[in-house]
């Protein structure tokens, strides 16, 4: 297996930028298609689990997020092959005390590369 191919790392980089413009633009159809349509995706939030695309997109439909904006702080994306990748961030939002980081798990489909897992958490928050 080879590890961060440049045009797999170019690629993978392009739909986590693609995916970041989005989530603070609040563009939810842009979300939507990033993340895997499939009962198996999952979304593990900072005050929510969610299971499932249709969960997700319930989520995000809600409203509970929003707009926001955020700077984004050592983003680490690595490749196995052509096919699965990781993108792994710390982030900082604009006006909040807590800093943040943020796991992506994506995967090649016929589509596109797509999120298939991702977590956010706050450093700092216990539950």
């Known amino acids: 297996m080879e590890i961060n191919l440049p045009d797999v790392v170019a690629e993978v980089r392009a739909v986590f930028e693609r995916y970041e413009q989005a989530l603070q633009a609040n563009d939810i159809p842009v979300m939507e298609e990033i993340f895997w349509n499939s009962g198996h995706t999952t ?14 997109s319930e989520f995000r439909r809600s409203g509970k997020l929003g707009r926001f904006s955020r700077t984004l702080l050592n983003t680490v994306i ?27 798990t994506l995967v090649r489909t016929p589509d596109g590369w797509r999120i298939v897992s991702a977590h956010a958490s706050l450093l700092g928050v216990t539950v």
């Not at 979304?43 to 997700?56: M, S």
């Not at 699965?84 to 943020?102: K, Q, V």
């Open 43 to 56: 979304r593990y939030g900072v005050g929510e689990n969610l299971r499932g695309w249709q969960a997700i």
């Open 78 to 104: 690595t490749t196995y092959g052509r096919d699965f990748a990781t993108a792994n961030t710390e982030y900082e939002r604009d006006g909040e005390t807590l800093s943040g980081r943020e796991t992506k």
